[in-house]
């Protein structure tokens, strides 16, 4: 089956500077790749999802790249504030299977103001 | 949208007890999810269900864990006897189709003592 791996576990960076959070996975034929945030005590949001047919996605202070040959994916958040404090997956999955999304293990964000 | 609904919010049970968990999907999600999620882990999936059927069932622990979804719609998944281990959060999710558009639910917090 998929292993996602995610780092680092923690991260804590200034507020106004950039956050970047790093994932491989294992099964070449995974093609979707979601990032949730989970804030403390609450359910997990997507944010943000790349598909395997394009290398990079950007939502305002949020971006996803994507190196399929390398199985590697990753999330950057630019400008970062208190409000991204949080704990972030990334996930992994075939959108055209049955498979559900394999978690990664999760980054614990802090964002000092 | 009204969102996935789940209940109990919160269960502390003494070890070797039984639990049970609800969950209601979103109207017209035909997959639906029961994840693990350990403090400080991520989700793991433990069961999916396309309508009534399973589609993956290889991480339940079937000694002590079970689920149903009798009639495609709401779910429940029980566990008896609950062990120590058995601590976490229980999330449910369903989506469309599968991988893609998940929504959780707000989960269960289960303290087994």
């Known amino acids: 089956g998929e292993n996602v791996e995610q780092h680092p576990s923690t991260l804590s960076v200034q507020e106004g500077d950039s956050a970047v959070i790093k994932c491989t996975y294992s099964?070449?034929?995974?093609?979707?790749f979601p990032w949730y945030k989970q804030e403390l005590g609450k359910r997990p949001q997507l944010i943000i999802d790349i598909r395997s047919n394009v290398g990079e996605k950007k939502d305002q202070r949020i971006a996803v790249t994507l190196n399929k040959t390398a199985k590697h994916f990753s999330l950057h958040i630019t400008e970062t504030q208190p409000e991204d404090s949080a704990v972030y997956f990334c996930?992994?999955?075939?959108?055209?299977?049955?498979?559900?999304?394999?978690f990664g293990s999760g980054t614990r964000l802090q964002v000092q103001p | 949208e009204a969102g996935v609904a789940q209940s109990p919010r919160y269960k502390i049970i003494e070890k070797r007890q039984s639990v049970a968990f609800w969950c209601n999907p979103i109207s017209g999600h035909a997959t639906l999810y029961w994840y693990q999620q350990i403090l400080g882990q991520g989700p793991k999936l433990l069961i999916q269900f396309q309508n009534n059927g399973v589609v993956d069932d290889s991480q339940l622990p079937k000694d002590r864990f079970s689920a149903e979804r009798l009639k495609g719609v709401d779910s429940t998944l029980k566990i008896q006897p609950a062990k120590l281990e058995d601590s976490a959060v229980y999330l449910c999710?369903?989506?469309?189709?599968?991988?893609?558009?998940?929504?959780f639910g707000s989960g269960t917090r289960l303290t087994v003592v």
């Open positions: 999710a369903s989506s469309l189709g599968t991988g893609e558009g998940y929504t």
């Open positions: 996930a992994a999955t075939t959108r055209t299977g049955r498979r559900a999304l394999t």
């Open positions: 099964d070449s034929a995974s093609n979707y």
